[in-house]
């Protein structure tokens, strides 16, 4: 799968991934290959993004999720350092 996350000023992440966690405004959820279609918006937290066995966490402040054809692109109003 692919995954882009963006902010309105730059590119924060751009990268092959197996699996990412969001935090969805109903509560977290996984991403995982052949995920349905889906747009949600979610919440201030973390992504979670897993590489194989490595994971890496970026903060957000609030956004939007798309998935398609595997494909993850999040839209995140900012980055929480």
């Not at 970026?58 to 398609?68: A, F, M, N, T």
């Not at 054809?69 to 995140?76: E, G, Q, R």
Request: charged share 15%; net charge negative; aromatic share 2%.
């Amino acid at each position: 799968m692919t995954l882009n996350i963006l902010t309105p000023d730059k590119l924060v992440y751009e990268g092959t991934v197996t699996a990412v966690t969001v935090p969805g405004v109903s509560g977290s959820f996984q991403i995982l290959k052949d995920h349905a279609p889906i747009i949600s918006t979610l919440a201030d937290g973390d992504i979670i993004i897993k590489i194989n066995n490595q994971e890496q966490t970026i903060g957000i402040k609030g956004g939007v999720v798309e998935v398609l054809d595997n494909k993850i692109i999040v839209l995140a109003e900012a980055i929480i350092s």
